[in-house]
């Protein structure tokens, strides 16, 4: 009797894992019982100004985020933080978004968070450290879980929590003389913000020892041969660099909005769910597409493929 009892309870616990992937991207990681309190930490995150997050959200489909504090190479400030979640909550909201490129003003990516902030918050109560860690774990998460095929672009150095920033896009693309470094073993921490996790998705667990033991510097030409970057882009100039990324994710991105969100979602639930639930979850997607206008249109073209 027991097996068939238990079947319906398992079968309701894979259901409600994938809605909650799916349909509540922005349910938290943490909460209270965890001694997370958003509002708090916000407040805490809000003392520490400086920089800002711009998003611009464009025709095509594609939004251009940039990390805007030059003079501390785009480092975190505390309030860069809590924009980076309100652009998150905007980028979630947009129902006409494709892709999404993140990339540094000034020629250079980011190196981390502020270590102003940092020393202030390790100088006081020992939680706030543990409470900026879950606050942008949960942020980079929505930002990874996103129905947009996402890039970094990544201009001089992505140090630190900028590495970590970029394990939560899709695709990276570097420019010449261009490094990507977790350098957190030298300030005697690891990765906080959910980089080691995901870059070990991404390279594998033996490159990401080496990368965050050595706390090695990684060039364009190491970080191809890592599968950590798809490509090197010619230009190290920051327009230029930008156009360069818009025509690689174009590749991508073209197409009709409700099925390029449909693939990244097949893709999210494929990578996060067991075998099971992501089967049952790419079903349910392939329900939203399958005669849609773009399955007819394609349908009534019989297109050849060659």
Known sequence: VFPEMALPVWKNLLLTT??????????????????????????????????????????????????????LMNAFT???????????????????????????????????????????????????????????????TRLMRLPLISVALVQGKAYGGGAELTTACDFRLMTPGSEIRFVHKHMGLV???????????????????????????????????LGLSEETLPSSDEATAVGEARAWLSQYTEGPTSVIRAVKKVVIAGRELPLEAALRTEKDIFGTV????????????????K
């Open 78 to 140: 505390g309030t860069m933080m809590v924009e980076l979640q309100e652009k998150v909550t905007e980028l979630e909201n947009w129902r006409d978004g494709k892709g999404l490129i993140i990339h540094g003003a000034g020629n250079t990516f980011c190196s981390g968070s502020d270590l102003n902030a940092v020393k202030e918050m390790s100088n006081s109560q020992a939680s706030d450290g543990m409470n900026m860690c879950m606050f942008m774990q949960n942020t980079l």
């Open 191 to 225: 990765p906080g913000w959910g980089g080691a996790a995901r870059l070990v998705r991404i390279v594998g667990s033996g490159a990401a020892l080496q990368l965050l033991g050595g706390a090695a510097r990684v060039d364009p030409e190491r970080a191809l041969r």
């Open 18 to 71: 994938k809605k909650r992937i799916l349909q509540q991207r922005r349910l938290s990681l943490y909460n209270g019982a965890h001694g997370y309190e958003e509002e708090l930490i916000k407040k805490k995150l809000q003392q520490f100004s400086g920089g800002s997050i711009n998003l611009s959200k464009e025709d095509n489909g594609i939004g251009i985020l940039t990390l805007n504090n030059p003079k």
């Open 290 to 305: 399958w005669g849609g206008p773009a399955n007819l249109q394609a349908l009534v073209r019989r297109p050849k493929h």
